[in-house]
């Protein structure tokens, strides 16, 4: 076993425990969505204002969806009025501002929040806004272990509320028109799907470049559940290459590969998984590895599925679904997927064959459109959690060193 421990249900916090199981346990007076008629508008928030640029996706739909941009949240002073300038340009208001999430969940003239924190505050706040009766968009992974994966989820469930998921990579339309393609046996009996994503610099190195220092931020608020340490700039601007923030590729790059699979598929979530990595290339402070290979077998399914990252190389990355009728190709996986027959098979893929091309809507659209009409979102929480199997899984393995398995019943996951 590699040095540290991991437990199958816990993250590496030292969260009290007990705290956590009583507040869990609370039956709280969950807040009502607002029923909305077609001229209302949705009051709309955005927590976590860095690099994943949802403000700057959001404003372009804002007099299609018919939505108020009216609140942006970061602990990060310099992100937060970066943030609230690109709003008020775009609208001609500013919104309010704020440091804690627990203030924007507290307007009650705000109805939907787009959630894009760091991985290891996802859970905790996705539970606070659905319980405070807001629709919520929240980035993915949607957990760091299986306890808090698990409490997540029960809390959508009983809250009623809209939540997509930000794997929005199976929005795209050609991912859409893949899956309509293979539903249709158009790649035959599929039997292995491959992911290869390499690059030379890991994708924390340049955020962690990023000037921050501690007066500029609340660092507490960011650390959460987190161990208490003191303020250290790379943590905070580089948190996707510390494990206490974020579990590494398997957790990040792999989970919209994986929710790729199982949205073309129709696949839940793998039987077993096995992973193996380290840090090879880029030996510094940060604990995230910089290599990873993980095998996830779907036997119900009856394939199996291959993903690794490596860093220190930009070459050899590629997508690929295999079946018997031949091979499709979405390693440009925003273009139009490619197709090649197998040359040995008697129904092969003729020369020269395209998929079709299938509609679709941008995901954070279809996010806006269910709140208003109360819809099941493109991604929602059951697809979150699928692909949060995975990674744990991916995880547990790579930490222990061993094979682990998924019992669905008991919602867990254990060596075996």
């Given at each position: ?5 991991y ?34 508008r949705?009051?709309l ?13 959001v ?8 939505t ?12 937060r ?7 008020k ?10 440091v ?17 924190t ?51 990579v199976r ?41 921050v ?28 290459g ?10 990040q790059l792999?989970v ?38 993980v ?55 003729p020369?020269?064959a ?21 819809k ?7 697809a ?12 547990a ?20």
């Amino acid at each position: 076993m590699r040095a540290g421990s991991y437990d199958f249900h816990m993250s590496s916090s030292n969260c009290n425990r007990r705290e956590f199981l009583a507040a869990a346990a609370v039956t709280t007076a969950l807040r009502p969505q607002r029923v909305m008629g077609a001229n209302d508008r949705i009051g709309l928030a955005v927590i976590g204002c860095g690099n994943r640029g949802h403000v700057r996706e959001v404003l372009p739909l804002l007099a299609e969806t018919n939505t108020d941009f009216l609140a942006v949240c970061d602990t990060w002073r310099q992100q937060r009025e970066t943030a609230a300038a690109a709003v008020k340009q775009a609208t001609g208001k500013a919104p309010e501002q704020y440091v804690n999430y627990h203030d924007v969940l507290a307007q009650k003239n705000i109805d939907a929040v787009v959630i894009a924190t760091p991985d290891h505050q996802h859970c905790t706040m996705l539970v606070d806004a659905v319980r405070a009766g807001k629709d919520v968009y929240i980035e993915k992974p949607l957990a760091m272990n299986m306890r808090e994966l698990n409490d997540a989820v029960d809390a959508v469930k009983r809250s009623g509320g809209v939540v997509q998921v930000g794997t929005q990579v199976r929005s795209w339309a050609p991912s859409v028109a893949a899956r309509a393609f293979v539903a249709a046996g158009g790649l035959g009996k599929i039997f292995k799907i491959e992911q290869s994503r390499n690059s030379y610099y890991p994708y924390w190195q340049r955020v962690s470049e990023r000037p921050v220092t501690e007066a500029d931020v609340d660092w507490k608020a960011f650390l959460m559940r987190s161990r208490y340490r003191p303020f250290e700039a790379d943590q905070y601007a580089g948190w996707y290459g510390y494990r206490d923030f974020s579990l590494g590729p398997h957790s990040q790059l792999m989970v919209h590969f994986i929710d790729l699979v199982h949205f073309v598929t129709g696949a839940k979530y793998p039987k077993r998984v096995v992973a193996m990595g380290g840090t090879w290339c880029w030996k510094d402070k940060r604990t995230a590895p910089d290599s990873i290979e993980v095998v996830l077998e779907y036997p119900d399914d009856g394939f199996l599925v291959r993903y690794n990252s490596t860093f220190g190389t930009s070459d050899n990355s590629y997508i690929k679904f295999f079946g018997t009728r031949g091979v499709m190709d979405a390693t440009r996986w925003n273009e139009p997927w490619k197709l090649k027959g197998e040359k040995a098979a008697a129904d092969a893929i003729p020369p020269g064959a395209g998929i079709p091309v299938v509609e679709s809507t941008d995901h954070m659209k279809n996010f806006l459109d269910c709140v208003r009409s109360r819809k099941t979102p493109a991604a929602p929480i059951e697809a979150g959690y699928a692909h949060a199997v995975a990674a744990l899984m991916a995880d547990a393995s790579y930490v222990h060193g061993t094979r682990m398995v998924h019992d669905p019943s008991k919602r867990a996951i254990k060596a075996g």
